[in-house]
C-alpha cells in the first residue's frame, strides 16, 4: 500500500488553464506538505499543513492555493497556469511539530511526485 | 534561516568502491534532524539514512554509514561496495522542530561498471 499518493503523476496543461493535484497519506500523520521542485532538481517547501490548518506559506504566487479537507488529504489548486510553473511537485507528510522526538522522529514521506508541463 | 550546502553538483564512483557525498548546514538549534533522500529519475524521493543531532553514534544502514561531526555541522555519507543501482541524485536535508525540511542542492551520483 502506497504511504502518500498523488495524483495525476503526469500533467500537460495549457497556459492560462486551471489544474489540481490531490495527495492522500494513510500514516495516521497530521501534518502534510507540498514541495517544488524545479527544472535545476532544487527542493523547496511551499506549504505545510497541521490537522488541516496552514502553518507554513513561503513566498508562493496566490494563484497557488492548498486545500486540506481533513488531515489526510492536502489538494493543491493551481489558477492560470504559467509556463515557469512546469516542475515536479511533491505531496509529503510527518508527524507534527511536538510529536517528533519520538519513534521514527523528525522523518518526511513524499509521495511519488506530480510532474506538470506547462504549453 | 537554516541552510544546507553540498558543494559536490556531480560525482563518480566505480562499482564496488566506496565513495563519500559531503554535506554541511548552518543553524542555531541545538535539536535537529538530518536526512539523505535518494532521487532516482524516477524522481521518488526514498529516504536512505537519518541522525538524530542528540545522537553522537554515526546512523549507519546497510552499505550507507554517515560522518555527523555536530560542531563542524558536516554530515557526510558514505556509501560502501557501490552498485550500478545507487546511481542517483543525493539530497541532503535538515528538519527541526519548525517543522519543516531544507534541502541542498544535491549531488549527482554515477556509477561506473
Known amino acids: 500500500d502506497t504511504a502518500v499518493s498523488q495524483t495525476p503523476k503526469y500533467l500537460v496543461t495549457q497556459m492560462g488553464n486551471d489544474k489540481s493535484i490531490k495527495c492522500e497519506q494513510n500514516?495516521?500523520?497530521?501534518?502534510m506538505y507540498w514541495y517544488k521542485q524545479d527544472s535545476k532538481k532544487f527542493l523547496k517547501i511551499m506549504f505545510s499543513?497541521?490537522?488541516?490548518?496552514?502553518?507554513i506559506n513561503e513566498t508562493v504566487p496566490n494563484r497557488f492555493s492548498p486545500k486540506s479537507p481533513d488531515k489526510a488529504h492536502l489538494n493543491l489548486h493551481i489558477n492560470s497556469l504559467e509556463l515557469g510553473d512546469s516542475a515536479v511537485y511533491f505531496c509529503?507528510?510527518?508527524?507534527?511539530?511536538?510529536?517528533?522526538?519520538?519513534?521514527?522522529?523528525?522523518?518526511?514521506?513524499f509521495g511519488e511526485g506530480s510532474w506538470l508541463t506547462v504549453v | 534561516a537554516q541552510t544546507v550546502t553540498q558543494s559536490q553538483p556531480e560525482m563518480s564512483v566505480q562499482e564496488a568502491e566506496t565513495v563519500t557525498l559531503s554535506c554541511t548546514y548552518d543553524?542555531?538549534?541545538?535539536?535537529?534532524?538530518l536526512f539523505w533522500y535518494k532521487q532516482p529519475p524516477s524522481r521518488q524521493m526514498i529516504l536512505v539514512i537519518r541522525?538524530?543531532?542528540?545522537?553522537?553514534q554515526n546512523a549507519t544502514e546497510n552499505r550507507f554509514s554517515v560522518n555527523f561531526q555536530k560542531a563542524a555541522k558536516s554530515f557526510s555519507l558514505k556509501i560502501s561496495d557501490s552498485q550500478l543501482g545507487d546511481a542517483a541524485m543525493y539530497f541532503c536535508?535538515?528538519?527541526?522542530?519548525?517543522?519543516?525540511?531544507?534541502f541542498g542542492g544535491g549531488t549527482r551520483l554515477m556509477v561506473k561498471p
Open positions: 509529503a507528510s510527518s508527524r507534527p511539530p511536538g510529536q517528533q522526538w519520538t519513534g521514527s522522529g523528525n522523518t518526511i514521506y
Open positions: 500514516l495516521g500523520h497530521d501534518t
Open positions: 499543513y497541521n490537522n488541516k490548518e496552514l502553518i
Open positions: 543553524t542555531s538549534e541545538s535539536d535537529y534532524y
Open positions: 541522525q538524530e543531532a542528540y545522537k553522537q
Open positions: 536535508a535538515y528538519n527541526d522542530a519548525g517543522n519543516m525540511l531544507t
